[in-house]
């Protein structure tokens, strides 16, 4: 008879719902072209009109087959967004036209409900729920946060983390000391590196911890360590991990790199 514990319902759950979360329309499954903007009007493959960036904002002129809160664009709109930020713009039919602004600049990404990657999903694969992957850590935070420049998924761009502080903790005999940055309502985020990248599982992953307590102690459970967004398509920006956040060990825990049917698995 086997029996399931609270932690391995508790995942099954958490990884149905992150499947599922994937599997949307305009998901991460979805993402089939990625364009940078330039100074100069040019066309986009699969897309109307002329684009470009120019004055702070991206810019498109069209006369018809794009739409704007289901209005027709006729001439010129624009639009900008925060960096690292998104902006679920314009659609043409139900191709959607998403606007990024990273690095400080300006690309089109498209979200197509029809991608062959979201046809073809089939769900992620991970490694079995293992105990011995939920570690305590101890939290340090900065005394203000720090700016660090990392890679990317793309060779040509590189961007900024924000940094709150670190997390030390042991694993496989060894000591370590991970830069985590906010993830929201007391927990952290670890991007990392670890021995299984590459083969196993795609170029690098993130956790999310639960809440820091008031002894600064944080449950880190690798379980839950899941893909970026690039594991799924060739068009992600992911930023990697910060220098240093490099775990000399297999990590046999979490998701696994994804098919190779998917573009930009690992």
């Not at 925060?82 to 990024?100: F, I, K, P, T, Y």
Request: overall charge negative; some cysteine.
């Amino acid at each position: 008879m086997t029996v399931t514990t609270e932690r391995e319902q508790d995942w099954q759950t958490w990884h149905a719902l992150r499947e599922q979360d994937l599997d949307t329309d305009y998901g991460w499954l979805t993402v089939v072209a990625f364009d940078w903007l330039t100074a100069d009007a040019e066309e986009i493959p699969g897309l109307p009109g002329r684009w470009w960036a120019a004055d702070g904002l991206a810019h498109v002129r069209a006369t018809g087959g794009l739409t704007l809160n289901g209005d027709v664009v006729e001439g010129t709109t624009s639009a900008s967004v925060a960096e690292a930020g998104s902006l679920s713009w314009l659609l043409h039919g139900d191709r959607l036209v998403e606007l990024v602004l990273r690095g400080g600049r300006y690309a089109i990404r498209q979200r197509d409900p029809r991608a062959p990657s979201r046809v073809g999903f089939r769900g992620v694969p991970t490694f079995e729920v293992d105990p011995a992957w939920v570690v305590t850590g101890h939290y340090s935070p900065y005394g203000e946060p720090v700016r660090f420049e990392v890679a990317t998924a793309r060779a040509d761009l590189r961007q900024h983390v924000t940094a709150i502080g670190t997390v030390h903790l042991a694993l496989g005999g060894s000591a370590y000391e991970l830069v985590a940055t906010a993830a929201g309502d007391g927990r952290l985020s670890l991007s990392f590196h670890d021995e299984t990248n590459g083969k196993e599982t795609a170029l690098w992953r993130t956790v999310t911890t639960e809440r820091v307590q008031g002894d600064r102690t944080v449950v880190v459970d690798f379980n839950r360590a899941i893909n970026l967004p690039f594991a799924f398509t060739a068009f992600g920006t992911c930023p990697a991990p910060v220098v240093g956040n490099q775990l000399a060990l297999r990590v046999t825990a979490g998701e696994k790199r994804v098919r190779a049917a998917y573009p930009g698995g690992g």
